[in-house]
């Protein structure tokens, strides 16, 4: 999936880079502390021509207030962009913390976000909940002989075969950087483990991705059952431990906790 490049803080000018490391909140009230004075500073050189055109303070006012007045619309429209950019920068940041660049799934911050909350409710509804580590098979190897662009592309074809191997209401996410973690709320394990080899096989008959040697994942699953005690954290230990043993006894298969 290709996504749109965010603006870079990093390369930006001086003046930008500060800008857009202020936030929308503070770029406002800076955008107003400027804009105030230039507006006063207009107004007051109106009212003495308008009131007081023989005035001291007339000639010193609009020789002030001509150029301030000249540039005003182009100033407006420079704080207008810069806002905007302002806005841009902080959505992007915020749609990269929730998905997953490169494939598209989930964050590994929003799985958490959505495995407590998913926790909570089967405490109180009293079911069961499980989740699923996914691990790319010799990805390194792929890498390595491919590049790195032939492994992102196994990532991105590994993440839609597991996509298809999921139900509508399970959740999907980048876990590391070579695996995937699924949630599966109400879920108890005979169902997370017929789903893991649902996934399992999903990946395995996309054949060869990108290398002659077909492209595998191992899978660990675990599940909280209702009345345990345990929390996401320990739930996703126990998945990865499985993950280790399934990996151990030889790799393209699923193992439970
Ligand atoms: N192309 C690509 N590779 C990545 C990315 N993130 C991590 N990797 C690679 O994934 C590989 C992970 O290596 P290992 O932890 O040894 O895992 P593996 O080679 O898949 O071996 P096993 O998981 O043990 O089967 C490393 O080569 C990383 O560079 C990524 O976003 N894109």
Redesign the pocket.
């Known amino acids: 999936m290709s996504t749109p490049a965010a603006p870079n803080p990093g390369s930006a000018a001086p003046l930008r880079r500060l800008l857009l490391n202020l936030g929308p909140r503070r770029a406002a009230l800076l955008a107003m502390a400027v804009a105030a004075p230039l507006a006063a500073l207009i107004a007051a050189a109106v009212l003495a021509l308008a009131h007081v055109p023989t005035s001291a303070w007339t000639w010193p006012l609009l020789g002030a207030a001509l150029p301030a007045m000249l540039a005003a619309p182009s100033a407006v429209r420079l704080l207008v962009r810069l806002l905007q950019e302002v806005d841009d920068a902080h959505a992007e940041a915020e749609r990269l913390a929730l998905i997953d660049p490169?494939t598209g799934v989930c964050s590994r911050r929003q799985f958490f976000v959505f495995a407590e909350a998913e926790l909570l409710r089967s405490r109180r509804a009293q079911v069961p909940m499980s989740v699923l580590v996914i691990?790319?098979?010799?990805?390194?190897?792929i890498?390595d002989a491919r590049g790195?662009d032939a492994?992102?592309d196994v990532?991105q074809r590994v993440a839609q075969a597991c996509r298809s191997g999921l139900r509508d209401y399970d959740t999907l996410a980048r876990h590391g950087?070579?695996s995937f973690a699924v949630l599966l709320p109400q879920t108890g394990t005979d169902t997370a483990v017929t789903i893991g080899e649902r996934v399992r096989t999903a990946v395995a008959e996309l054949g060869p991705v990108a290398p002659a040697a077909p492209v595998t994942v191992t899978i660990g699953a675990a599940t909280l059952e209702s009345g345990d005690a345990g929390t996401v954290d320990t739930l996703m230990e126990s998945a990865e431990q499985a993950l280790a043993r399934a990996?151990q006894a030889g790799?393209n298969r699923v193992a439970t906790q």
């Open positions: 490169l691990d790319i098979d010799a990805l390194r190897h890498n790195h492994g992102d990532l950087g070579d990996q790799r």
